[in-house]
């Protein structure tokens, strides 16, 4: 059974920092692709960023390039989310999730939340003005 616990989240004015934290109770943890997804009040869930099981690989949505840095420890299985000039749109509730992909390249990534079938609880990030 795959496990993902969020941490991290919290409230923080425009232009403040956070550091989002996934744990992952799973075995070969280097075997997951990872992701982070947030979804705000009345709106669909949408990707924020992920990486490669290998680490080598990751992409961002438009919205937070340049601001947010995907990184994961393979052998702490956790993977962080660094979330830098953050703004008022950037208030959501944060989801880890991940996909065994121990047969695919360690440079694969994937935007598709459809792709990842294990999910966290979710952290709440509100951004004040």
């Known amino acids: 059974q795959v496990q993902l616990v969020e941490s991290g989240g919290g409230l923080v004015q425009a232009g403040g920092s956070l550091r989002l934290s996934c744990a992952a109770s799973?075995?070969?943890?280097?075997?997951?692709?990872m992701g982070w997804f947030r979804q705000a009040p009345g709106k669909e869930r949408e990707f924020v960023a992920t990486i490669s099981r290998g680490g080598s690989g990751t992409d961002y949505a438009d919205s937070v390039k340049g601001r947010f840095t995907i990184s994961r420890n393979n052998a702490k299985n956790t993977v962080d989310l660094q979330m830098n000039s953050l703004e008022p749109e950037d208030t959501a509730v944060y989801y880890c999730?991940?996909?065994?992909?121990?047969?695919?390249?360690?440079?694969?990534?994937?935007?598709?939340?459809?792709?990842?079938?294990?999910w966290g609880q979710g952290t709440q990030v509100t951004v004040s003005s």
């Open positions: 799973v075995r070969s943890f280097s075997s997951y692709l």
């Open positions: 999730a991940a996909s065994l992909k121990t047969y695919y390249s360690s440079s694969y990534i994937s935007t598709d939340p459809n792709e990842y079938p294990y």
